[in-house]
């Protein structure tokens, strides 16, 4: 970590570039990685330093350490990205049970409600034309994809590419070109679960190559939302990134994502669009450690890991990158998060933001592209379901609940934190700390392994402080319909859109709804 601190400090000098560019409807590219770590970028201390095009980005940018998603699983922040709102207010969250992660998986009833509106529809008020690459998760049944959320184009797969599944009990995910699929992971789309094969990641990469070259030969502006997944169990990479990394396949993956970046930005660069182009890479949750190390990430000093609201779960990697606009090697510590890109895209774009509803991301324009800058005092929620588990606000966090997983899965050796017992703290029992939270400094203990005692000055000192920021927003707090209550086999991708013309149409059970289990 001292390397990391080193070089984050030469970093550091200036933190902005000239005033505020005024350029007109840049393009937008967000780049939402899965399951990757905090600490798997080379310049944030991966010791192999296998992210030369990620570092190189960094530099070229600005690093934010103190970069955040919006729940410790995939579904919730992916709803949160594109709505700008906490998941208990969009619905992405289950009432099933007390702070339990939710999800889509096929047998999800629910999906993103029609009554949010997602950042692509926006953006076509400045004639933006969007595409998300990659992986959707915010809904599988017609209703729910992406074209009838605002987007205008789609390659990739509303689930995750979990398999291979014999279709008499469950489908094959499908993969879509727009509103149609044309085929099945496993079956036309394949991915080797033994070698850990598959040319899915390059394939994402010319989609996003294509998509790019279209609308700059149009002079439209555009949004590209690339969310690749090969850093999800089981992960996988195609054969020329396949036994080079240091860190085996995991590694493997992360490599040819890196690679990947590289040749988004070259051509940006190549099409002379960079300079008008505003890049941000992040990852939806921190790296999953039970699926460590052969098939999961590192979160570098960081507390456990996905499903967690410790800082393993939910701090994130996190670049912007904008020549010409963005002060090149800069270094900033805002607390910022995943909804603030709603926010921040909008604002880039010249839209306003809907006034109809509450929002939880802010503008970081001012953080971004102005000098002098001033950080921006705001709080940071760490939400697992219905219940807010911890909050930050500056250089401490207090939590609220405390919650690994059960004593039960534990014992069956799924372990959110391995080798990070704290005790009174990875609590396998929901354990709530109220009045008196446990209490961290980040910036001493960002581990969160030493809590500050209630007998410490510091203690009250801060607790003042924090106590009316959660309860005011408790207070005005309006959760939105639950999404991921239900579940049902017979809605499952059995004869998605498009099946009829490639003979890939399956037959379902009847429907038998039930109150859908999440165990943690």
Partial sequence: MMSVLTLITA???CSFTGETAN???????????????????GV????????????AMAAQGMLLPNFYTANPLCSPSRASLLTGRLPVRNGFYTTNAHARNAYTPQEIVGGISKDE?????????????????????????PQHLPLETGFDEWFGAPNCHFG?????????????????????FYEEFEINIKTGESNLTQIYLQESLDFILRQAEAGQPFFLYWTPDSTHAPVYASRPFLGKSQ?????????ELDYSVGQILSQLRTLGIDNNTFVFFTSDNGAALISAPHQGGSNGPFLCGKQTTFEGGMREPAIAWWPGTIEEGTVNFQLANVMDLFTTSLALAGISPPDDRTLDGLDLTPVLLSRPHTLQDRP???????????VRLGQHKAHYWTWSNSLQEFKEGIDFCPGQNVPEVTTHDQREHSPYPILFHLGRDPGEKFPI????????????????VVEQHQKSLVPGIPQLNMCDLSVMNWAPAGCEKLGKCLKGPKSEPWKCDWPH
């Fill in 117 to 141: 509106i997602l950042l692509p529809r926006l953006l076509k008020k400045k004639g933006y034309v969007s595409k998300i690459v990659g992986k959707w998760h915010l809904g599988h049944r």
């Fill in 164 to 184: 291979p599944y014999n279709s008499s009990f469950r489908p094959n995910v499908p993969v879509y070109n727009n509103s149609e699929m044309l085929g099945r």
């Fill in 23 to 41: 350029v007109s409807s840049p393009n937008i590219i967000i780049m939402l990685m899965d399951d990757m770590g905090w600490g798997d970028l």
């Fill in 44 to 55: 944030l201390g991966q010791p192999s330093k296998e992210t030369p095009h990620l570092d």
């Fill in 247 to 255: 860190r085996g396949r995991y590694g493997d993956a992360v490599m």
């Fill in 11 to 13: 970093l550091i000098c």
């Fill in 380 to 390: 940071i929620f760490y939400y697992r379901g219905n219940e807010l588990m911890a």
């Fill in 453 to 468: 005692r209630v007998f410490n000055p510091e203690y009250n000192e801060v607790l003042n402080r924090i106590s009316p």
